[in-house]
């Protein structure tokens, strides 16, 4: 079946596609108050208008069959269906409302399971009753005939997501990682619905800011400083920094096969008839510097990684496994850990930035070499990531980047080192503080524990 030729039609002509669903691995209906309400002044700032459009809707129908798969739109579509609902409460009553009655959308119909979907439909239904109180007859037709989407059917899922790709590309309120996601589903083609089901679910269930940072603020730098490159902004012109290589392609280049050799015996131990005896589960061995592996892989790389960020992040929990490794140690990280979570100044600009480096290349570290010697690389770490910003009046973004991506840098260390001692090897150097910073009780903290390891210049 070929894809048939976009159309727009009207809101109502959309509710006439009775078949529409919304597949598992879509996310959760996630609109805020703010989405809705904009929406809807959309309708009213508008209705004077011949025509408005509401965007473009992607559906996916598999060859002959009758269901359709919201691919691209489903949290417009859900908000379009809750706006009916509201309409059709408020005024089925009364005896304009006979043109109307026709009308119905099915979406609402469908079984929801998950709980923020849940929460938000009930959320904004409430706002959407109370705004649907001052729409008038011209209104509501406005609304049901001269608002529309651009209707996409597409019989190729892969080029479905493709399709959604390309379109949000070009958007504004989209994350890079949106894209990411869309093009690593495409990857997983071969896959079936539970598979990549149980691929986003974890992602999907991450508060978007957490991921965002953990995109921008971690892995994307550590990827590009470890090379040597900028990682100052995470957009949507970077996200080739997480697209890398699929494994079923027939061409297959040397450098892929101790790659294929990883994936498929770890499916292979998981997928054993062992282990519904045992329970053993294997991970893959993913490495942050790795060439990426397209599709669900991918996901488990972000699901695995969402969590070790948080353990070199969570230094008050006393079963943090980087505490109870220095836990008995001589050196200073233990104190050092907790001057990082404690001193007045640890929230301005610049010494956030500083300590996200820190905790780049904590998680750099131990992802390569575990805790091995953790306590004195955590004096290394903050020796070389706090001295711009005890040298300095100021510590910008710039800054950080510039020190990230340095040829000289801990990060390009860690990349190119077979084992630990050039890590220990690295000069470190004495540093004179900026004047200013002597008089600040809220560096203060941090330029004593330099002075005490003898890095402050005499």
Known sequence: METKQPKIISIAEAFQNKNLKIPDYQRPYKWTEKNVKQLLDDIRLNKESNDYRFGTIVVHQENDHADLDIVDGQQRMLTLSLIYLAIKETYSEKGFYSKFK????????????????????????????????????????????????????ISDISEAFQFFDSQNSRGKDLYPQDLLKAFHLREMAKNSDEE????????????????????????????NWSKGRSAEEFTKDDVGVFKGITLDNNHEFNYIKSYKINHFYTEMYNNDINRNIDGQK?????????????????????????????????FNNDLNQVKIKIKDTKTKALEILDLLDTYDARYRTGDLYVRNVFNCCLLYYIDKFGYYKIDEIIVRFFIWVYTPRIEKHSVRLKTIDNLGKNYQGFFRIIRESINTKEIFYKELGIIKPYNGNFKKESTKPLIDIFDELNYISK
Request: hydrophobic content about 35%.
């Open 282 to 314: 294997l991970e893959y061995p993913f490495q942050l510097d790795q060439i990426m592996i397209n599709g669900k892989r991918f996901f488990e790389f972000i699901t695995h990684y969402s969590k070790e960020v948080e353990n070199i992040k969570d």
């Open 196 to 223: 990549k089901k149980t691929c986003v679910e974890y992602w999907e269930n991450l508060d978007q800011k957490k991921l965002d940072k953990l995109f921008k603020n971690y892995l994307y730098r550590i990827r």
């Open 102 to 153: 026709n009308i119905n959308s099915s979406l609402l119909e469908l079984k929801f399971d998950n709980l923020i979907t849940q929460k938000n439909l009930k959320t904004n239904y409430n706002v959407i009753l109370r705004e649907v109180r001052n729409f008038d007859e011209s209104t509501i037709n406005f609304f049901y005939h001269h608002c529309k989407v651009v209707w996409v059917v």
